[in-house]
């Protein structure tokens, strides 16, 4: 649990870090994390706001959580090779979705254009 909370804040930390890469452990973990937070606060605002869809609390988080999303996002990409510019497959209808997670699980690359493997570094 302490590893998921470091991870997060980590990410959160490095929110305008576009460079560099990222491990699939901080990609994930931040994701678990993330999805945990959205999903609490969906609860809090359905009992608070009585909303049935994205209330205050959620629309806020998701609002505050895009820009450090976006930031690891990019460095995962990196760290297997690819542009950032691959996020964008993710517009292409349930193929697009498939191929990105497929790039996220992927393994690290050695040494690449962005940098030493941060698997070698830790």
């Given at each position: 649990?302490?590893?998921?909370?470091?991870?997060?804040?980590?990410?959160?930390?490095?929110?305008?870090?576009?460079?560099?890469?990222?491990?699939?452990?901080?990609?994930?973990?931040?994701t678990?994390?993330?999805?945990?937070?959205?999903?609490l606060?969906?609860?809090?605002?359905?009992?608070?706001?009585?909303?049935?869809?994205?209330?205050?609390?959620?629309?806020?988080?998701s609002?505050?959580?895009?820009?450090?999303?976006?930031a690891?996002?990019?460095?995962?990409?990196?760290?297997?090779?690819?542009?950032?510019?691959?996020?964008?497959?993710?517009?292409?209808?349930?193929?697009?979705?498939?191929?990105?997670?497929?790039?996220?699980?992927?393994?690290?690359?050695?040494?690449?254009?962005?940098?030493?493997?941060?698997?070698?570094?830790?």
């Amino acid at each position: 649990m302490n590893e998921i909370v470091e991870n997060y804040k980590s990410v959160f930390l490095n929110w305008s870090d576009f460079k560099g890469r990222a491990r699939r452990r901080e990609y994930w973990l931040f994701t678990l994390a993330n999805i945990i937070v959205a999903v609490l606060l969906a609860v809090i605002d359905g009992v608070i706001f009585k909303s049935a869809g994205s209330g205050p609390l959620s629309g806020l988080y998701s609002l505050v959580a895009l820009v450090p999303g976006l930031a690891v996002s990019f460095r995962r990409l990196h760290d297997i090779g690819k542009s950032a510019w691959w996020l964008l497959i993710a517009l292409i209808p349930f193929f697009g979705a498939i191929v990105l997670i497929y790039f996220m699980v992927k393994d690290s690359e050695p040494e690449n254009i962005y940098g030493p493997n941060p698997k070698q570094i830790a």
